[in-house]
């Protein structure tokens, strides 16, 4: 009862407050722009052809009810919670007129891969490199391992992928700069390391973060085991 109270319940509290502001932001984001999505929706829909002013008008009201921008800000703010509960995100600013849905549909199996397996191979390392490290916490290496992750661990994601970036990229330029595979979707050797090599520098910048995180936390829990009761014992026991 007592973890429930004190760690689970805040967590899910801070859990749910986080998404909440989360996409209250995502909402206000578009409405602060300086940018009319409506006009540039109807700019490139009138672009190779005329439109006259009362079906211009037709086309500006169907729009913003299409993107959610009519009414009041508190009725957008309603309506815009009301149509995410049932997973429609109306059409994409960028790509119109292709559903937000079909979109994050379309890119969710390649962001699963990405972190699926980048969580795998840092969870690994980190694990092993920090009990190692944890175990044999008086050696040189695991001393210069230890200096070089707390350097790394503070380091947003986003900042060690633009290292890697430039350095990979730009400076050395041994892998792409964008793009995420070669030539359409198909279970060949060409494929798969078309897409082992276009989604190298992301996976490793992610596992380099990881692998920092784990290795802190394992290098510690081997280091409360390393100086408990048990193990004690069984060192002076010779064991």
């Given amino acids: 009862m007592t973890l429930l109270r004190q760690y689970i319940l805040p967590r899910i509290v801070q859990w749910f407050v986080v998404i909440f502001v989360g996409i209250s932001i995502t909402f206000l984001i578009p409405r602060l722009s300086p940018v009319n999505p409506v006009d540039n929706a109807l700019g490139r829909l ?19 009810d299409l993107y959610g921008l009519d009414g009041s800000i508190v009725d957008q703010y309603l309506n815009f919670w009301g149509r995410l509960i049932k ?38 390392l980190g694990l092993i490199l920090g009990s190692l490290a944890g175990y044999f916490s008086n050696t040189w290496w695991a001393k210069l391992l230890e200096r070089v992750v ?5 380091v947003p994601y986003y900042i060690l992928a633009f290292i890697l970036l430039m350095l990979f990229t730009y400076y050395w330029p041994l892998f792409p700069l964008v793009g995420g595979s070669r030539g359409e979707p198909a279970f060949t050797w060409e494929f798969i390391s078309s897409v082992l090599y276009f989604g190298f520098l992301p996976a490793l910048s992610l596992v380099i973060g990881g692998t920092a995180f784990r290795f802190i936390m394992a290098k510690a829990l081997a280091s409360t085991e390393m100086t408990s009761d048990y193990v004690q014992y069984a060192d002076l026991a010779a064991v």
């Avoid at 005329?50 to 913003?64: F, I, N, V």
């Avoid at 600013?93 to 840092?122: D, K």
């Fill in 87 to 124: 997973g429609d995100l109306g059409p994409s600013f960028q790509s119109f007129p292709t559903p937000v849905m079909q979109i994050i549909g379309a890119g969710i199996g390649w962001t699963i891969g990405l972190l699926g397996t980048s969580i795998l191979i840092s969870w690994t």
């Fill in 46 to 64: 009138t672009s190779f052809q005329t439109m006259d002013p009362e079906a211009s008008q037709q086309m500006r009201a169907t729009l913003l």
């Fill in 150 to 154: 707390i350097t790394i661990y503070p």
